[in-house]
């Protein structure tokens, strides 16, 4: 009986550790994917867009690492600095300092009055700005997945 157990344990481990491999795979495919819409969004002129999906690619990135960290599903935020914490990251103060601007531009892209104002700011060089941050942030935190 306890052989039948051992195996139903073993089983099971494996599965809910292959569910969150795929979970932590999605999303770090998904930031990915988001990156390469924020750059062509940059290159149509596109700026308040490609700072929203800036945004988009670091959250996704993220929550792939919460889910790595946690072993549990990632949570319905969208606070990057937030996330940054749960993942068990060690952010400098200027780190800090980015995710808390890059998280503004999620919440400008969603509302009205939000949204003019993020238009008016995203001129070509105020995005191509947060272009290399983000891209600078991308790849740190990639280094912070698995070696596949």
Same mark, same amino acid.
């Given at each position: ?14 599965? &809910? ?8 795979? &999605? ?122």
């Amino acid at each position: 009986m306890r052989d039948g157990l051992e195996k139903i344990d073993k089983r099971l481990c494996r599965r &809910y550790n292959n569910r969150m491999k795929l979970h932590v795979a &999605y999303w770090k495919q998904s930031a990915q994917r988001d990156w390469n819409v924020a750059r062509d969004l940059f290159q149509l002129k596109h700026y308040d867009g490609c700072l929203f999906y800036c945004h988009l690619t670091l959250e996704k990135a993220l929550k792939g690492l919460v889910v790595l960290q946690t072993g549990k599903a990632a949570p319905f935020s969208h606070n990057l600095e937030q996330l940054a914490s749960l993942a068990k990251l060690a952010l400098d103060e200027e780190q800090r300092k980015q995710l808390q601007i890059i998280t503004t531009f999620n919440v400008a892209a969603r509302y009205p009055e939000e949204k003019l104002a993020l238009h008016k700011k995203a001129t070509k060089r105020f995005a191509e700005e947060y272009l290399e941050i983000v891209k600078s942030l991308h790849l740190w935190l990639k280094k912070h997945y698995p070696k596949q």
